[in-house]
């Protein structure tokens, strides 16, 4: 049984602040680690992808990936109130998630102004 | 260039009855997938199709059956609804990249 975890907070930041989101993963063969926002009513939407150990930067947001430790992060720089969301850890055991994927419960971020 | 569309929006039916949820896709992706996410359990993999005519089971696909129509559109079924598929429904589409999804199906069993 493939399971993703991941604390449902919620994680509140001030504005301006960095805010970290944490999983964790339990089958060692996943290839392949997503992090979606879901804002409420809404349906999910790709922030970052990663496959391979270490970090990837896109713009405010940051993916770190650690497979001998089976945790993966997002870290999101000077949040901004609009970063207030559920966010979807999900992880695929074959490359590009073309299995389907295995979702975490989701944390929710509150971005106090 | 619409993405994923699924219809329809919003649906309520009583226990017993079926219903067919559809999905197209306009982005010439392989993968097609339907999930379910309800309050407190994330969303869970119902079924999916790597490829025009394949489908395989998720985690979840009990009371459910699916039909890869063609390249473009996975449908959804559900025979005899029970209250318990009060849901709602994402359909999502990938070509070797990270899944899209699309607005979703809120579905209420009564």
């Known amino acids: 049984q493939k399971e993703v975890e991941q604390n449902s907070g919620p994680l509140s930041v001030p504005e301006g602040a960095i805010a970290s989101l944490n999983c964790t993963y339990s089958?060692?063969?996943?290839?392949?680690f997503f992090w979606y926002r879901q804002y409420s009513g809404k349906s999910p939407e790709l922030i970052m992808f990663i496959y391979s150990n270490g970090d990837k930067e896109d713009g405010r947001f940051t993916a770190q990936l650690n497979k001998a430790s089976q945790y993966v992060s997002l870290l999101i720089r000077d949040s901004q109130p609009s970063d207030s969301a559920t966010y979807l850890c999900a992880v695929g055991f074959s490359g590009g998630g073309a299995d389907g994927l295995t979702f975490g419960k989701g944390t929710h971020l509150i971005i106090q102004p | 260039n619409a993405g994923v569309t699924q219809t329809p929006k919003f649906q309520v039916l009583k226990t017993g009855q079926s219903m067919t949820l559809q999905c197209a896709q306009d982005m010439n992706h392989n993968s097609m997938y339907w999930y379910r996410q309800d309050p407190g359990m994330g969303l869970r993999l119902i079924y999916y199709?790597?490829?025009?005519?394949?489908?395989d089971k998720g985690e979840v696909p009990n009371g459910y059956n699916v039909s890869r129509l063609n390249k473009r559109e996975f449908s959804l079924r559900l025979e005899s609804a029970a209250p318990s598929q009060t849901s709602v429904y994402f359909c999502a589409s990938t070509r070797g990249q990270p899944q899209h999804f699309g607005d979703g199906t809120r579905l209420s069993i009564l």
């Open positions: 089958d060692r063969g996943s290839q392949s």
């Open positions: 199709s790597a490829s025009e005519g394949t489908t």
